[in-house]
């Protein structure tokens, strides 16, 4: 077969692949339970992942891993597309037989979703089906009716001007399409998960306040409180769980005296607290920005627990999603009287966005989110720690993940130029919930210095710091460390996130002039 038949042919199978794919994405945006077929093999990427793929991920992407996960994904499917083009315009029926296979697996990954309708999975399916087989017949056949016959030998064969052009005007047209329905597909399924109408924020009994002096107005510093549209967002969930606030349920189970089951008005008829808390990723590398505080409004965890009584021989707490995420604490930290978590109903004074664990999500002070900070909880299970491993646990991370002492320089930026003579260098450090004792810095390799502190707001949260030095022209470094109230000074070598937290100090080169 000729170049020019084969290209067309694999253009005609991108587009029909492209065409199947976006009519899942625009059902999927106007009937709630139809699913997502992106998402739904998404999950399925993300379920079937190896051990250090979680770290590589995040260091490449981020926050945005969950959009590079979904690219990949489609441009993979165009792909297999592009090759199931070629395969048809020979053999049309294995063709159809493997895009159906596509499909069914598809379908398949699409049951494994709590959300999703199987009436509603079957009828996308078919549809799908449907849309994708008849794009590409119809467009192979463009490519048949204008490819030449067998020529002598040594002499291409190419598809007339009149075909090319036919095969791109609808080809492409049914492309442009595709993609207005797949943008409107996900537009409508955002707005699906749009804020509750009338939701509210529960009231503390104590609003947490902000001591004088825990901000240092220094421009490029970090906030000290994060808003929520900045935070960062870290899980497994492509699409985040559409949750009913009137029929979610909180089940405590396990090892208990006896098994409670809570609505959202029996939390909020618990009493009220708030605080300010720093929560952080343990995928977050040296310097990284997957670390915020925030001050989240709801109901002490032991209140909760006390409910149903826990027995003696608990050593973990197991919180569950809504999309079957878990996370495992030990028990002794939860119960301690020196820290205060909650399951959290608000954060900055607004009821929990969808993406950070609407209606409820558990807030653990000290440790890391990926032990802890369970987002749309529907479960706590009482258990021990010999008898289950948690989500991440068998993927290489550690069982027990006090968050690290850590410090960041925010100013300057990594290869920025700043002017000569005095400047400001800032950051911010942590350490929950022990509390930040001092912050040095050094320029270049002159003397560590101590930085002045923000006043903390407890410590359960970090501090900014702050610190002056007289820079010459030319090239500089600086560099951070921080101890925290223990007396525990973070160690100079750097390390990979993995196991269970990054050490080491964070370094930024920059330029005066």
Known sequence: MSRSPRLAAAFAGLVATGAAIATGELIAGILAGAPSPIVSVGRAVIALQPPGAKELVVSLFGTADKLALEIGVAVVALGIGAGLGIIGLRRPAIATGVLGAFVLAGFLAALQDSETQPTLAVGAALVEMLVGTTVLDQLLRLVRAGSPADGPAGTPGLMPDWSRRTLLLR???????????????????????????????????????????????????????????????????????????????????????????????????????????????????????????????????????????????????????????????????????????????????????????????????????YVSATKWVTELELTTLEAFDAYWVPLGWAKEAPILTQSRIDRPARGSTVKTGTYTFAGVAWAPDRGIARVEVQVDDAEWQLASLSVPISAA?????????????????VRVRATDATGETQTEVITRPDPNGARGWHTVPFEAA
């Open 171 to 369: 080809g492409g047209g049914l492309a442009v399409g595709s993609i207005a329905a797949a943008t409107i597909g996900r537009q409508l399924l955002a707005a699906q998960r749009a804020p509750a109408a009338g939701a509210t924020a529960p009231t503390p009994e104590l609003p947490a306040t902000l001591p004088d002096g825990a901000s240092l107005a220094i421009d490029g510093l970090t906030p000290i409180v994060v808003a929520n549209a900045d935070f960062y967002r870290i899980d497994t969930a492509l699409l985040v769980p559409n949750i009913d606030r009137d029929a979610w349920r909180l089940r405590v189970r396990g090892m208990v005296d006896r098994e409670v089951s809570l609505s959202y008005a029996d939390l909020v008829a618990l009493p009220i607290v708030e605080q300010y808390v720093t929560i952080a990723c343990v995928s977050n590398r040296v310097g990284g920005d997957l670390v915020g505080n925030a001050r989240w409004t709801g109901v002490r965890l032991r209140d909760v627990l006390d409910l149903a009584g826990v027995q003696a021989g608990a050593t973990q707490l197991v919180g569950r999603s809504a999309d079957g995420w878990t996370a495992g604490s030990p028990t002794a930290w939860v119960m301690d009287p020196e820290r205060e978590p909650m399951i959290a109903l608000a954060m900055n004074g607004e009821p929990l966005p969808r993406e950070h664990g609407y209606p409820a999500r558990v807030i653990i002070p000290g440790l890391y989110g």
């Open 461 to 477: 949260t970090w501090v900014q710091w702050a610190v002056d030095a007289t820079l010459g022209a030319g090239p500089h470094r």
